[in-house]
């Protein structure tokens, strides 16, 4: 099946730092890939959707500036949060999506747990 | 059932019994539907999906229900078993809409010895 990782799997860093999450298609080409942000014991709400050589699209309320999002390759996504605050601490999930022949698969890396000191 | 902003619904089930989790989505013009499954630390992970022209689908030990009318999605667990205990997710996703889903509140199932 398709397999979607992230790197890193835990990350902490003092407050003014920037942190790089990775999400990898590992065995597949994926044309859109998703930013999720979820808080403890609530559901996934949506970042930012990133195609592959174009700018990512941000959900409302959600700073570009602060998340910048980098789709290089139909494999890799990257999430930066920069000049990372204690607020920012939750867990970042991405998903990778593939057309099909009905609509669209979508597959979920397994997180990545920011914490913001 | 569901709500936005609050604590996770729970529900708790014997082993060996049946779990029922019901999901109410937002937008009629939504035409495809999964169910995840999140454990504790992990990514959700897809259990069954189905889309609006049917109303019944069946995977290995889950079903899931879809009535339209009342914009309502449920999804049966056959014989709970403890590695079924986790959160479960419905998403919905619009046709020509993007490949987005828009994310339920979710319910947590807590399955009893």
């Known amino acids: 099946g398709a397999v979607v990782s992230q790197h890193p799997s835990r990350v902490i860093c003092k407050s003014g730092t920037s942190v790089k999450i990775e999400c990898r298609s590992l065995?597949?080409?994926?044309?859109?890939m998703f930013w999720y942000r979820q808080f403890p014991k609530k559901s996934l709400m949506l970042m930012a959707t990133s195609n592959e050589g174009s700018k990512a699209t941000y959900e409302q309320g959600v700073e570009k500036d602060k998340f910048l999002i980098n789709h290089a390759s139909l494999t890799l996504s990257t999430l930066t949060v920069t000049s990372a605050h204690p607020e920012d601490s939750s867990f970042y999930i991405c998903s990778a999506s593939v057309k099909t022949g009905s609509g669209s698969e979508q597959y979920f890396g397994p997180g990545t747990r920011l914490t913001v000191t | 059932g569901e709500s936005v902003g609050l604590h996770l619904p729970t529900l708790s089930v014997q082993e060996g019994d049946n779990s029922i989790i019901n999901c109410a989505y937002s937008?009629?013009?939504?035409?495809?539907f999964i169910w995840y499954k999140q454990e504790s630390g992990k990514g959700p992970q897809f259990i069954i999906d189905i889309r609006s022209n049917m109303d019944k689908r069946q995977g290995q030990r889950v079903t899931v229900l879809l009535n339209k009318t009342v914009k309502h999605l449920s999804l049966q667990i056959a014989a709970t078993q403890p590695g079924d205990s986790a959160v479960y997710f419905c998403?919905?996703?619009?046709?020509?809409?993007?490949?987005?889903?828009?994310f339920g509140p979710g319910t947590r199932l807590s399955v009893l010895p």
């Open positions: 998403a919905e996703n619009r046709r020509n809409y993007g490949q987005n889903f828009v």
């Open positions: 937008n009629s013009a939504s035409d495809y």
């Open positions: 065995d597949f080409q994926a044309t859109t």
